[in-house]
């Protein structure tokens, strides 16, 4: 029972011990409870304020991120609208070659049919010129030679009318230069006779014009005082205390007196004042004809003039009066000077340069040298 009850002891004792172990435990457990409730709460509030700031720095990060996002939206985006601009920069660039390959062919086309266009009005234009140019030289050679047809013609009317061989020389030079200067191979005949004239005209002495018109001009001054062959009518001065009438008919009788005694033949008639000045300026119409047919270099008419001059003076001036001898002497030397120049050849140049299409057509009729044979050795 001891036992029993020892171990009944020993059992409420370790009852108790496992009891208040157990307070212990449960005290322990509660004040453990207490302190991690405390500690719980602590951290909790530790947490809670620490789970703000998180929460911010979280927000914010979560803000960043969508930003982000959005961001990285917006550059795909732009990836995507920067691919399809190149895309369509690309297939613009393409067209545009195209399109600038099609315009420089087609320029390229263009100009060159304008280079080949511009080669043939070239062509055109040169051979349009050169015709021009051919008109322009056939033209300029006919107006030289028309000038020096013009010139020929002027030499021998010098030469005929006035027998200016100076003039006339220096015309006919004037012409050969004209007509070489035209260069027309027909005009080979034409210079040759041309260069013959002109040699012979230069071995011609030129006739005296300008002193056989003083020659006349004085012998005309003259005329006035030559006495006539018949009497004529004049005014004598009355002699002092005679009457004017009886004073005139004794003049008339010294005068009758003095011609009677100088022709020694019968006085026919008495010549009165109109026909004396009629006598004296017919003689000098005659030395002036004679005066112009030596500058005009008409030979005939010159001579005839002349020997009616001197027939005229031998009928009515008076032949025995010196000064009717010596002016009767002097007409005839006038008479032999030469008043023009005679060369038979001058103007057969200008006759063959008047004939100078038919020159050209012979020129044309011969065959080219090529064909011609060649002289003999």
């Not at 009457?243 to 033949?265: A, S």
């Not at 109109?274 to 030979?299: C, F, N, Q, S, W």
Request: no cysteine.
């Amino acid at each position: 029972m001891a036992q029993l009850h020892t171990e009944e002891y020993e059992e409420e004792g370790l009852s108790r011990l496992s009891f208040w172990i157990a307070v212990v435990v449960v005290v322990l457990l509660l004040s453990l409870a207490g302190a991690g409730y405390y500690v719980f709460q602590m951290l909790r509030a530790e947490q809670a304020g620490l789970g703000g700031q998180v929460g911010k720095e979280s927000q914010r990060v979560i803000d960043l991120t969508h930003q982000v996002t959005a961001l990285q939206k917006e550059i795909a985006t732009l990836h995507e609208q920067v691919a399809r601009l190149e895309g369509a920069e690309a297939h613009r660039q393409q067209q545009w070659q195209a399109m600038l390959t099609e315009q420089a062919r087609v320029f390229d086309e263009k100009l060159a049919a304008q280079a080949k266009q511009l080669e043939l009005s070239h062509a055109q234009l040169k051979t349009h010129l050169d015709s021009l140019q051919q008109q322009l030289n056939r033209t300029k050679s006919e107006v030289m030679i028309a000038d020096a047809e013009y010139r020929l013609s002027v030499a021998n009317q010098k030469l005929s009318l006035v027998g200016d061989a100076t003039s006339a020389l220096k015309a006919m030079e004037t012409a050969d230069e004209l007509l070489r200067l035209a260069g027309d191979p027909a005009l080979f005949k034409v210079r040759e006779v041309l260069a013959r004239e002109i040699a012979a005209l230069k071995t011609v002495e030129a006739p005296d014009v300008v002193g056989i018109s003083a020659q006349i001009l004085a012998l005309e001054e003259r005329i006035e005082s030559l006495p006539l062959r018949l009497p004529h009518m004049g005014r004598v001065a009355p002699k002092p205390g005679v009457e004017e009438d009886k004073g005139l008919v004794e003049g008339w009788k010294e005068v009758l007196t003095i011609r009677r005694r100088q022709t020694d033949r019968p006085v026919e008639a008495i010549l009165t004042p109109e026909e004396v000045e009629a006598i004296r300026h017919a003689l000098v119409l005659k030395l002036e004809t004679a005066r112009l047919a030596a500058v005009r270099g008409d030979p005939a008419l010159y001579r005839t003039s002349l020997e009616a001059a001197g027939k005229w003076v031998h009928e009515h001036f008076d032949p025995q009066a010196p000064a009717v001898a010596e002016f009767t002497a002097q007409l005839q030397a006038v008479s032999q000077r030469k008043v023009a120049v005679e060369i038979a050849e001058v103007g057969q140049a200008l006759k063959w340069l008047r004939n100078l299409p038919q020159l050209r057509l012979e020129l044309d009729q011969l065959p080219p040298l090529e064909s011609q044979p060649a002289p003999s050795q």
